[in-house]
């Protein structure tokens, strides 16, 4: 049986009513609690020393590259190296990122040791290359946290790992190190396609780009966007956003379809200034730019509103879908309370339910927010300001890769299907 726009409107919404009304009793809907506003004007960031670092007994170090966080390092001993990382600013979320390299004049094993500054617990199992492209985790045999807890909270946290140093340059990081130069080859690489676009649509505040991807040769009546990466280390989220993006750019009879009637705009890399600078979490304007999307003080929030505000107005379309990719301890959907209706009443939960079904043993973690107004993220922005169905799409940091890839991939699938219909 053929579904008439209109039967399947009101099938979204009756999808909606279900998953809002089991959300009142389900534990996996239990809200996220309201997002504090706080003060985003500028202010001072502190900038990392950047050197090759000569320790003694042969032993070599650098934060020389883009994406590095090295704060300070000292040979303690024949076989011990420490090093501070400490973050970008504070107050801040606790996010502790770090990316060096190591490498000796011979062979030797050596204990590195991590220490964060006051109140700030390991967060990221560290990862090492041998190319600074492919990165493996250090096997867990291999490591140990030390975090102090006391009277319920972190007060200092130190994490040490085993090494094995050479000649040959060893990076220790975080996570995988994607910086705005594999952004740009990716971007570039998917702009080959005829129907996809990559232009400038702003600058950061140390003047780096801020490209938009154009998906699709619609008329902009209906409008998709996506963004990512608005905080540094967040690679998790940025796998996923390309898993995603890549899937709307396939030549599937349904991609082609959908990117007859909805153009995609996505900004893949929010901040740049962030990513290669090592931030734990800031813009160089020392801001959580997802705290910006009210007062818009610092100029990568700004570049993406005026980017879709003028859109908007110039094509008097409407954007139908907005989600923003990040990474956290677990996956979870940050989502708008589903009793509050944009232009596509209950196409939310229609994609988390309908990407779920797909993915074995998964259980989807959905935390709406209160449904206050209050434009303080980009996501309740988009909802709240132009009636985007808005959906916060975290990863959690250990996700294993290939589901990452996996479940990007179908919640494009489901979300054409759903759009198509």
């Given at each position: ?234 690679v998790t989220g940025y796998l996923g956003m390309k898993s995603f993006v890549e899937t709307l750019s396939s030549d599937s009879e349904d991609a082609v379809a959908f990117r007859k009637k909805y153009n995609t705009y996505v900004f893949p890399l929010v901040n740049p200034d962030g990513v290669d600078n090592g931030h734990w979490r800031h813009n160089m304007g020392g801001i959580d730019l997802n705290r910006d999307w009210a007062d818009f003080n610092q100029p990568e929030t700004t570049v993406i509103r005026d980017f879709f505000e003028k859109k908007v107005k110039d094509s008097g379309g409407k954007i139908y879908f907005f989600v923003d ?97």
């Amino acid at each position: 049986m053929q579904i008439t726009k209109l039967n399947y409107r009101t099938i979204l919404v009756f999808i909606g009513f279900i998953i809002t009304v089991s959300c009142k009793t389900s534990q996996q809907w239990q809200g996220q609690g309201e997002i504090q506003e706080v003060n985003t004007q500028t202010v001072p960031v502190s900038l990392q020393f950047k050197n090759v670092f000569d320790l003694g007994k042969g032993i070599y170090a650098s934060n020389e590259f883009d994406g590095a966080r090295l704060n300070g390092i000292v040979l303690v001993n024949d076989t011990i190296i420490s090093t501070l990382i400490t973050p970008e600013n504070s107050p801040i979320n606790p996010s502790p990122w770090y990316a060096f390299k190591l490498w000796a004049d011979k062979e030797q094993e050596i204990t590195l040791a991590l220490t964060y500054s006051e109140g700030v617990n390991h967060r990221y199992h560290p990862k090492t290359s041998t190319d600074g492209v492919n990165f493996e985790e250090i096997d867990s045999s291999n490591f140990s946290i030390n975090n102090k807890i006391i009277e319920g909270k972190p007060k200092f946290s130190s994490a040490t790992m085993r090494l094995s140093l050479s000649p040959d340059t060893l990076w220790i990081s975080a996570q995988e190190l994607l910086t705005t130069s594999h952004n740009d080859s990716w971007a570039q690489e998917l702009s080959k396609k005829s129907f996809i676009t990559n232009s400038k649509a702003g600058e950061s505040r140390e003047g780096r780009p801020i490209n938009v991807l154009k998906i699709g040769n619609s008329d902009d009546k209906a409008i998709i966007a996506v963004i990512s990466r608005q905080h540094p280390p967040e690679v998790t989220g940025y796998l996923g956003m390309k898993s995603f993006v890549e899937t709307l750019s396939s030549d599937s009879e349904d991609a082609v379809a959908f990117r007859k009637k909805y153009n995609t705009y996505v900004f893949p890399l929010v901040n740049p200034d962030g990513v290669d600078n090592g931030h734990w979490r800031h813009n160089m304007g020392g801001i959580d730019l997802n705290r910006d999307w009210a007062d818009f003080n610092q100029p990568e929030t700004t570049v993406i509103r005026d980017f879709f505000e003028k859109k908007v107005k110039d094509s008097g379309g409407k954007i139908y879908f907005f989600v923003d990719f990040h990474s956290t301890w677990q996956d979870i959907y940050y989502t708008i309370d589903p009793e509050q209706k944009g232009n596509k009443p209950g196409l939310v939960p229609a994609l988390i339910l309908a990407s779920g079904k797909e993915l074995e043993n998964y259980e989807p973690n959905i935390k709406p927010s209160p449904g206050t107004g209050k434009r303080v993220t980009s996501t309740s922005y988009f909802f709240y300001e132009h009636g985007a169905e808005s959906l916060t799409y975290e990863i959690g940091d250990k996700t294993p890769r290939g589901f990452v890839k996996k479940k990007g991939e179908i919640t494009a699938k489901k979300l054409i299907e759903l759009l198509l219909k």
